[in-house]
């Protein structure tokens, strides 16, 4: 039964993460877009990366990772099996928003380390 519940919270936790980090990029990535043009610097290539896929490709990529985490929790009978790959997708979760963080925020630094 544990095995059972703790699989079911981190598939919601992975859910949550996803979902939020997918409204993210469709509703505030694009605002930062302006930002940066008036910044008028070389951006580095992981916010180039970010800024040129469409941010709804971004969004079905992961609304994908949510749909294929509900069918796991349907068709997946082994609890540890899940627990498992819900373990995987909660480091690719963290990872995206590391992405996410990293992108958006260097150029920032390195405008920053520009101004003497």
Known sequence: MAIFT????????NCVLLLGSAAYVVFVVPKFVVVFEDLDAELP???????TVPPMAWAGILLFGVILLALKEILVSNRTVTLI???IMLLFALG???FLALALNMPFHS???GVT
């Open 6 to 13: 703790c699989s079911i919270l981190l598939c919601i936790l």
């Open 45 to 51: 290539q992981i916010t180039v990366l970010l800024l």
């Open 85 to 87: 790959i819900n373990g």
């Open 96 to 98: 995206w928003i590391v």
């Open 111 to 113: 405008g920053i380390n």
